[in-house]
């Protein structure tokens, strides 16, 4: 089976920074788009950011300039890293990956579990 781990999660005072982790692991022949999405209490979950297999990204306004996305496809791994953090940004965060397991034709869709992160002072 397919599983993704999350980390770095945590709690960050205003203006901080964190560094959120998303590895694959599992028999992963091959990774498409990758992404992070988000959470907030009370709130439907939203798309923080994007990254095409190609490289390109794309991310939502509100953390446009102050989040960055990038891969790792030797390590099945994407990152989200996150600086001068508001409170707004408070939520819990889940990282996405559509990828191919070896012996398909096709991919499917995997999520982490979620990482709880804080900002507060």
């Known amino acids: 089976q397919v599983q993704l781990v999350e980390s770095g999660g945590g709690l960050v005072q205003p203006g901080g920074s964190l560094r959120l982790s998303c590895a694959a692991s599992?028999?992963?022949?091959?990774?498409?788009?990758m992404g992070w999405y988000r959470q907030a209490l009370g709130k439907e979950r939203e798309l923080v950011a994007r990254?095409?297999?190609?490289?390109?990204?794309g991310y939502a306004d509100s953390v446009k300039g102050r989040f960055t996305i990038s891969r790792d496809d030797a390590k099945n791994t994407v990152y989200l890293q996150m600086n001068s953090l508001k409170p707004e940004d408070t939520a819990i965060y889940y990282c996405?990956?559509?990828?191919?397991?070896?012996?398909?034709?096709?991919?499917?869709?995997?999520w982490g579990q979620g990482t709880q992160v804080t900002v507060s002072s």
């Open positions: 599992g028999s992963i022949a091959s990774i498409n788009g």
């Open positions: 996405n990956m559509d990828l191919r397991r070896w012996g398909e034709s096709f991919a499917n869709a995997y």
């Open positions: 990254i095409a297999s190609g490289g390109t990204t």
